[in-house]
């Protein structure tokens, strides 16, 4: 039987980033791709600022600020200088990140898909829809669906549904610009993203129960369309603290959306996917007897801002008209957290005294 120091399933941001540093430690990597490349992947693809600076792909469209907006209210822009955040379309992001990844030395199988595996105390034996393989250490990084997770006994108890669509417009808003509105929905935000070259992807996300697809219709009723791509609905799970992120067992590790490495906020998956595919990486090098342990150790950063977002998205999305009403106080807050500049927990903090009094103000107003 074949066998490979690591194995890591699912090649997205998460799985290449940690095959990529495998392989630069080298360990002898297998990395396995259900679909091939390249291949079609919904998300907003959008990146923050802070993230990019070692990613090396310059097919990037720089976006420069944000127009934030609510149903019958005049919308807030924000404009900076420099770039805030970058947008790609994910078909050519992951396709970039697995070539890295086996430019660096994994060994890339697509059309290859994780079907099961056992665990001993020293190895693993991992069973593909191509046949078996044996490695001494696992990195499930699958998405949503992770066959990984699921063999490790974790379910997802928090996460959004959203439906989204590539669309280009007969009269198209700056493309310098994301375009974000509340109200759409009861618990979460619709989206309009700049992919450039007249692209945009319109997506909304909410945990409530409302018919996301009905939501987009009617918004979509408000554009000149020149183009429209199909819609499709997809999952996005998030963390709320470190309870919520599913680590691993064993020998076996979860990345990015296996994980639940999402910002509970924002939805923005790809930046926590990479970091968490590189410290799964480090854990398995630095700590090959216990690797899971300084997994945990490793993402506690990552979990605090995951911990101040999702209180933050607490009061947001329960409290929408009142967090539009700070508009321009917190667009310029997000501006400078896209750009590193401010932690979720420095926004929490420095902006509750001034939610809290809107949301008196808007109460108080209504009788």
């Known amino acids: ?86 947008t790609v379309p994910r078909e050519r992001l992951d396709a970039f990140l697995a070539r890295k990844a086996a430019e660096a030395g994994a060994e890339l199988r697509e059309g290859v898909k994780l079907e099961g595996f056992t665990q001993s105390s020293s190895r693993l034996e991992v069973l593909t829809s191509k046949g078996k393989v044996s490695c001494s250490f696992l990195v499930g990084a699958e998405g949503f669906y992770s066959k990984t997770a699921r063999l490790l006994g974790y379910g997802r108890r928090k996460f959004y549904r959203s439906v989204e669509l590539e669309l280009e417009l ?20 619709l989206w309009l993203f700049p992919w450039g070259g007249g692209r945009f992807v319109l997506g909304v996300a909410s945990t409530g129960r409302e018919n996301l697809r009905e939501v987009l219709a009617s918004f979509l ?26 680590l691993g067992k064993g020998r076996v590790l979860l990345a990015g959306d296996a994980g639940n490495f999402v910002d509970p906020l924002l939805g923005e998956g790809i930046s926590y996917a990479r970091e968490s595919g590189r410290l799964c990486a480090l854990s ?15 993402v506690e950063p990552t979990a605090k801002e995951f911990f101040w977002a999702g209180l933050l998205a607490k009061l947001a999305y329960r409290f929408q008209r009142a967090a539009f009403s700070l508009g321009e106080l917190y ?12 932690s979720y927990e420095q926004l929490f903090k420095e902006g509750l005294k001034d939610f809290l009094k809107e949301l008196f103000r808007s109460y108080l107003f209504r009788w």
């Not at 007969?170 to 935000?189: A, D, M, Q």
């Not at 700590?287 to 490793?298: A, F, M, N, T």
């Open 284 to 298: 398995v090098v630095k700590s090959p007897d216990e690797p899971v342990r300084l997994y945990g150790k490793l």
């Open 1 to 86: 039987m074949e066998h490979f120091d690591a194995v890591v399933a699912g090649a997205g941001p998460a799985g290449s980033t940690a095959a990529l540093e495998l392989a630069r430690a080298g360990l002898k990597v297998l990395l396995l791709e259900a679909k091939r490349f390249p291949r079609p992947k919904l998300c907003g693809g959008a990146l923050s600022a802070r993230s990019v600076k070692e990613l090396g792909l310059k097919e990037l469209h720089p976006v420069y600020g944000g127009l934030l907006s609510f149903p019958g209210r005049e919308p807030v822009k924000r404009l900076r200088s420099s770039p805030v955040a970058y």
């Open 170 to 189: 007969e009269e198209p808003p700056t493309e310098r610009l994301v375009f974000i509105e509340l109200g759409r929905v009861s618990r979460g935000y």
């Open 221 to 246: 009723k408000g554009l000149k369309l020149k183009r429209a791509g199909r819609l499709r609905g997809w999952f996005i799970p998030y963390a709320e603290g470190k309870k919520d992120l599913f």
């Open 331 to 342: 667009l310029e807050a997000f501006l400078d957290l896209l750009e590193g500049k401010k």
